[in-house]
């Protein structure tokens, strides 16, 4: 019998409308297909990229081919997820093949809000360690490559449980996410890098509409390598635009609880409006340390400069290109050039 | 000669400027459904809102924020008050929202069609012209702005 109900439910919650003006179902580009009768949203993203880097052959990839689904059944519910298949094909050498074409859970959450200022995550999310890796997707991000400091020295997904709030000060909003992560437990498809426990806080706050500033702290232990001890990461990141120009900035530091092979890394990158939805990019990267979650060995000082054109035809579509280059860069960024076409759709 | 035609149409411009009609301000009341038991709504709160920060109302009713079309000189000059940006300055801002699955307010196409959806829908919030308000809604801000062309009610 309690099946029974939750099975009609769940029908009533698919089919039964809203109360209001209906609304029919509806695309848009860049903001996905909606079925708001049914609480249905599908949309995603795509990237395609071209590497022209030193040491390794030409290749083209269709790196990421990304669908979101969100469904909200009731108005304290929301289920969210993102499945990617990524390395679809790869055209290198006049050959095209899929070698490393793998399928993913990037995202598969349920929210449930408590009241109208409190948030539940329960589920597979992004770890919210500064500002890029929330929102990494090549659409919404200036460059092809991403800064080595959102990317190595943290497992960029955690699963488990999270819980966010918004509180005012100064008449400003501070957004505070507290996470426990117990991926070992939860996560059904691990990815190499993974927390092998991991707790965090992260704080956001809008000093300004235009300037925003963010901390964050993440004490984790890592899946494998399992030598490596628990670790503590401090980080802090600002975003600032004024009409059409920006400039964004992260540091983290992350340091084991043995005291050695800590890692220090920042970026620090600039966007500026050249002519019609065409900007400029420069980006300045810093790293130091071991570099690889996976590796403890390793230890050297790296900087990375890059030079980058973006072209916004329209909110959904980017063209990029970027010239790297850099000291110590060879093994996690070598100089060249990158080009990318990505598009929500 | 020069000199002396161009301070003559000085002074007419002054003159015109000086005795011409004074411009006052539109005035935007923000509308919810009349049953609601929302009786006022802040700037934060409409802020938060509108950039669907919050999605759930106090009474466990979702919010539906309306907008007007993103060309329409109302929406512009609500966009400006209330989020401090120009709607075409919130497409970044949307394009990070739609990666976490959420999507902007829904976008009616007139005024008219604005006061029927906030009329009928639970959790509705919409904005019109305090002059061509028509009832059966209630007025939870008031909010002057400048002056905005055409939209003078005579």
Redesign the interface.
Known sequence: MPSYRLLCWFLWAIFIPE???A?SANYHW???W?LPQQQF?I?G?FNFTYEQLKDSPTQANLDDLSL?L?W?PH??L?L?SELELEDVFTIEQGSIHTKQLFFSVERLYLDY?I???WRLRLGKFLTPVGRWNV?H?A??VWTTSRPLVTEHIFALHATGTMIST?F?LA?R?LDLSVYFDASEVLDPKKTPVTFKNAGGLRLDYEV???WQVGMSYLHFKMERPSFQPDTDLFGIDFHWEWRRFEVSGEFAYRRPNTGNNSETGLYLQGVFPLVHRLYAVGRYEYLQGTHFLTSGTRNSTTHLQIAAIAWRPA??LVFKLEYRFGQNNRGVAPDGFLASVAM?F | MKQRVKAYLLLLCLFLGLTGPVAHGTELVVIVPASSPIEHLTLKQLARIYRRKILLGPSGTPWFPLNLPATHPLRTAFSKKVLGRLPEEMETYWNTQYFKGILPPYVVASEEAMQQYVRSTPGAVGYVPACRLNGQVKVVAILPLPKIPNLDCQ
Do not use: C, E, K, M
């Open positions: 109360p209001g003006v609304q860049g903001r996905g909606s949203l949309g993203y979101f969100t909200t108005p304290r929301r969210f809000f009241n109208p200022t929102i997707a659409p919404l918004t005012n008449d909003d300004s509409p235009n909110a959904p929500l």
